[in-house]
């Protein structure tokens, strides 16, 4: 089954834009060109738009691996038989995941990642289905 990523279009703005636009002021305080300056602040909106509404990110939960589609294919994410917990969070730690309502994905290694899914509900089913992990709470845990 695939799964959308949850994109928060005013996370992306800010997180693209905010760092693009001080690049950009930057190196108009150095550039006399008017017309360079029109043509970097025309690139950077240009850049900001694609990046907020091009990104088509996905999480395929198939048998016991959970992959990752976007926009440049498809590739193995996680193990399922190496996760050990799946929980929600709000945590802002740096991740792809371009929203604040986050899945804590917990490795048997001690690895951990964030993902955010649009149908959390179905995403989480998904994965006790293809796994050994169990309902607990708000998110799976390891079972037996």
Known sequence: M?????VDTWFLLSFYGGALFMFIGA????????FLRVLLLVLAFVFVCV????????????GAALYEKDLFGVR????LDHV?????????????AASLDRLRVEGDDGSVVFI??????AFLRALA????????GDGLVQGP
Do not use: H, M, Q, W
């Not at 955010?116 to 509900?121: G, L, R, S, T």
């Open 116 to 121: 955010a899914v649009e149908d959390k509900p």
């Open 76 to 79: 193995p994410f996680r193990d």
């Open 129 to 136: 289905e293809n796994s050994r992990l169990l309902p607990d």
């Open 27 to 34: 190196l108009l305080r150095r550039s006399g060109s008017s």
């Open 51 to 62: 990046a907020v509404f091009v990104d088509n990110r996905a999480y395929i939960v198939d």
């Open 2 to 6: 695939e799964f959308a990523a949850k």
């Open 84 to 96: 050990t917990s799946v929980r929600p969070s709000n945590n802002p730690r740096a991740s792809k």
